[in-house]
Structures are given as C-alpha cells and as structure tokens.
Nanobody, 122 residues
Framework: QVHLVESGGGLAQTGGSLRLSCAAS????????IAWFRQRPGEERDFVAV???????HYADAGKGRFTISRDNLKNTVYLQMNSLKPEDTALYYC????????????????WGQGTQVTVSS
C-alpha cells in the first residue's frame, strides 16, 4: 500500500508558476501510475495529468502547453510544474496512484493524498 503526500501549493499571481510535488512511501514506486486531479468547491474532481511507469505523460486539455508532469523514481516523487497560471486553475490538487493505468478516471485510482491548495489571483 502506498502513502501519498502532496506539497508545493500556495498563492500565485496570474501568469505565475508553481511546482507541486507528490511524495510516495510504503510501496514500490516504479510500479505505480501517478496522476494529478483537482477539485473546486462544489464541483467534481477533474483530471489534470498522469504519468505512467515509463514516464509517458498525458494531459487534460486545460493544462496542455502549460503543465508538465514528471517523475523521479529515485526520490519516489512525481512533480507537476504549472506555468502561465490562470485564476481558473484555483483548486485543491490531489495526486493519486494505482498499479493499473486508469488515465483520467478518478475511480480507477486506489490511493490518494490529502491535497494541496493552489490559489491564483487575478
């Protein structure tokens, strides 16, 4: 069973950048597909990006060209570099893990972190 902890959230201005981290423990990290989701108050959890076992990324349209997901298997950490931030990027960001590639389906991930808040001011 893997335990996930997100960090790196905070307040940014429109056009600014943040780098989120998802640190994993308790499992063989390289066996897991890691995804980022985000959730705004009163809304469903939306897919942001995913990286598979071979570091192949896939992005939701909202983040293409602005977000970059990467993984460091030696540090058991996945990163989400977010550039050109917009106010609509404001949300609670979660990382999720599973040994099966569920891509953009929240229900396909068994393990979740507690989330890190990202707030983008206009």
């Amino acid at each position: 069973q893997v335990h996930l902890v997100e960090s790196g959230g905070g307040l940014a201005q429109t056009g600014g950048s943040l780098r989120l981290s998802c640190a994993a423990s308790g499992g063989t990290f390289s066996n897991y597909v890691i995804a980022w989701f985000r959730q705004r108050p009163g809304e469903e959890r939306d897919f942001v990006a995913v990286i598979d076992w071979h570091s192949n990324p896939h992005y939701a349209d909202a983040g293409k060209g602005r977000f970059t997901i990467s993984r460091d298997n030696l540090k058991n950490t996945v990163y989400l570099q977010m550039n050109s931030l917009k106010p609509e990027d404001t949300a609670l960001y979660y990382c999720a893990a599973d040994v099966v590639y569920a891509r953009d389906s929240p229900g396909g991930y068994d393990y979740w972190g507690q989330g890190t808040q990202v707030t983008v001011s206009s």
